[in-house]
């Protein structure tokens, strides 16, 4: 168990809906990455927050959005969902965000638009 | 940004033999990460390896920072090690460092 809390684990939605992802860090970890992991593309890059502020974007599209809250955790929303957004979306967490950290993955969350 | 370089992209062995995984990366890293992803999707920490050797039980990993490559040795391989294997290497950007992924080794080990 990392300590990374993902929910939910499963989720299947039709496309054109709106979707939200939930992650609680490791405890203490100021630091959360979102990645995005499909068959073809591997895992990629989305959005990193640290202690609640963006810090990074990668290749996040415009209808994606992301947020840490006060308490550290954060949510990614999708929304106007395609079928080729299908994929497992991960969260990850470190201490800080300098390049020595240690980053650990929750278990994802599997999204199916169908 | 930098890139990760992992081979080789599958490999296949029968239970008990032993491999080698390599990932290269572009540019001078501090910090350089082993994962595993099993069969269910998890992606686990194996070991966190900015230079040098280290080795926990059937696993151990090898970083030449200076040569910008580093290595992962599975020896006496199980079905359970089955899976694809992932290095990470930091990306500076906007003031943070970013974990980027080279595309895996896919590992399947015969019983």
């Known amino acids: 168990d990392s300590g990374v809390t993902q929910t939910p684990k499963h989720l299947i939605t039709a496309t054109g809906q709106r979707v939200t992802l939930r992650c609680s860090p490791r405890s203490g970890d100021l630091s959360v990455y979102w990645y995005q992991q499909s068959l073809d593309q591997g895992l990629q890059f989305l959005i990193q927050?640290?202690?609640?502020?963006?810090?990074a974007k990668g290749n996040i599209l415009e209808r994606f959005s992301a947020q840490q809250f006060p308490d550290l955790h954060s949510e990614l929303n999708l929304s106007s969902l395609e079928l080729g957004d299908s994929a497992l979306y991960f969260c990850?967490?470190?201490?800080?965000?300098?390049?020595?950290?240690?980053?650990?993955f929750g278990e994802g969350s599997w999204l199916t638009v169908v | 940004g930098i890139q990760v370089e992992q081979s080789p992209p599958d490999l296949i062995l029968q239970e008990g033999a032993n491999s080698t995984l390599r990932c290269n990366f572009s540019d001078s890293v501090n910090n350089l990460q082993w994962f595993h992803q099993n069969p269910w999707g998890q992606l686990i920490n194996l070991f966190y390896i900015p230079s040098g050797t280290k080795q926990n039980g059937r696993l151990s990993a090898t970083t030449v920072a200076t040569e910008r490559y580093s290595l992962l040795y599975i020896s006496s391989s199980q079905t359970t090690d089955s899976g694809v294997y992932f290095c990470a290497a930091p990306w500076p950007s906007g003031g943070s460092y970013i974990p980027t992924f080279g595309r895996g080794t896919s590992l399947i080990v015969h019983p």
């Open positions: 990850a967490s470190s201490a800080l965000q300098g390049s020595g950290n240690t980053i650990y």
């Open positions: 927050y640290y202690n609640g502020e963006e810090r």
